[in-house]
Nanobody
Framework: QVLLVESGGGLVQAGGSLRLSCAAS????????MAWFRQAPGKARELVAA????????YYADSVRGRFAISRDNAKNTVYLQMSSLAPEDTAVYYC??????????????WGQGNQVTVSS
């Protein structure tokens, strides 16, 4: 059974930082494409950041580029999303997702449970 367990969300003031973690079991993240999505109330799910194990390119949404960073710790089988200079519009439920095929056209077959991030003004 594959599980992606997220942690690290919470309440932070505008301008602050948070780091989200996504720890996997039953799946080796070092061979997967990984992504972070978010969904704010009343809005569509948004792809925030994505990378691939086999390719150097990393995608960031325009709204977070320069403020957020996706990274991995293969020894811990964990992916992170470091978020800095947070703003109220970053408030959302954040999800990690894994693409076991590490494809250039990813299919994220596995998802974390979601983690609330709230940024106060």
């Amino acid at each position: 059974q594959v599980l992606l367990v997220e942690s690290g969300g919470g309440l932070v003031q505008a301008g602050g930082s948070l780091r989200l973690s996504c720890a996997a079991s039953g799946l080796t993240l070092s061979s997967c494409g990984m992504a972070w999505f978010r969904q704010a109330p009343g809005k569509a799910r948004e792809l925030v950041a994505a990378d691939r194990w086999s390719a150097p390119d990393i995608y960031y949404a325009d709204s977070v580029r320069g403020r957020f960073a996706i990274s991995r710790d293969n020894a811990k089988n964990t992916v992170y999303l470091q978020m800095s200079s947070l703003a109220p519009e970053d408030t959302a439920v954040y999800y990690c997702a894994a693409d076991p095929s590490d494809s250039a056209t990813p299919s994220y077959d596995y998802w974390g449970q979601g983690n609330q991030v709230t940024v106060s003004s």
